[in-house]
């Protein structure tokens, strides 16, 4: 039977990735994202089932995605929100008095109210025992938050600004209340949080940065994509069956626990 699934920030750099693997594995991939060209390309070259260009802070926006990706049955198994959105001014974090309100909403819009909506509107679409999962992308700063301004080093060198990780934060929350109120029907909801990944988002950063956090990495170097890939496809797998509200920490063992 058909294997629904829909990724959102599908058009992004680990969530190309992602799909391209999940299209593989024999699911029905939804891209959702609201970068038009970009979703367009992506969903040619990966041999994606549908696609949708769209803003996910939007009930309307997640309403269609959802809709979209349930296909013919009108069912969905599989939901991945990458999602992300980490602004920076000149390749650095702006400091909390810096952030002015227009941008502090925009993040927390694209990184906590869209996988929200997008988990609100799947509800009653997701199967139920039927390895139905989510899986959401968090942060390794959701548990540090963000360091202060890039002069000084207190904690880890974090390369997010305070509402990026204030907005991981409470979605990890979130996602454990999905795990909660979705278990009883056998559905999962687990996040995956990543420490400093060699792409996508890590474009936006001052070269330094980069390299001062990598320097903080145990394993000396940022995570390879695929790595996550890897760890979202076991969460999503049967192979997680027991597993429900937990976080993977895949970050080289930057901050160990
Ligand atoms: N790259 C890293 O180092 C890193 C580290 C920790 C966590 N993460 C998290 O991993 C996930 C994937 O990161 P990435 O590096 O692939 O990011 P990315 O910036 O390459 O992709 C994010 C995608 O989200 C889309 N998007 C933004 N606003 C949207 C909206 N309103 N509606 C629909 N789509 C929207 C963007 O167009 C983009 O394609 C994100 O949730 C990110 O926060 C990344």
């Known amino acids: 039977m058909e294997r629904n699934a829909l990724i959102t920030g599908g058009a992004g750099g680990v969530g190309k990735l992602l799909a391209a693997r999940m299209v593989l594995e024999g699911y029905s991939v939804t891209i959702a994202d609201v970068d038009a060209a970009r979703t367009e390309a992506v969903a040619q070259e990966i ?93 390794l700063v959701a548990k540090t938050g963000s360091s202060g301004p890039d002069e000084y080093d207190f904690g880890i060198p974090s390369p997010a600004g305070a509402h990026y990780s204030a907005s991981k934060a409470a979605l990890h929350n979130l996602t454990m209340s999905a795990a909660r109120e979705l278990g009883p029907r056998g559905i999962r909801c687990n996040g995956v949080a990543p420490g400093q990944i060699g792409f996508g988002m890590q474009g936006s950063m001052n070269k330094s940065a980069v390299a001062r956090i990598v320097s903080q990495i145990p394993l000396g170097r940022p995570a390879d994509p695929e790595e996550l890939v890897e760890v979202v496809l076991f969460l999503l797998s049967n192979k997680a069956s027991y597993v429900t509200g937990e976080t993977i920490d895949v970050d080289g063992g930057w901050i160990p626990d």
């Open 47 to 139: 041999k994606a089932e549908r696609s949708i260009a769209v803003d996910l802070t939007t009930e309307e926006g997640a309403a269609a995605a959802v809709e979209v990706a349930s296909g013919e049955t009108g069912k969905l198994h599989a939901i991945v929100n990458c999602i992300g959105l980490s602004p920076k001014a000149n390749g650095k974090k702006r400091p909390i008095k810096d952030i002015d309100l227009a941008e502090w909403n925009l993040v927390l819009g694209v990184n906590l109210t869209a996988p929200f909506l997008v988990m609100k509107h799947a509800w009653s679409r997701l199967e139920d025992n039927a390895g139905s999962s989510i899986v959401n992308f968090l942060s």
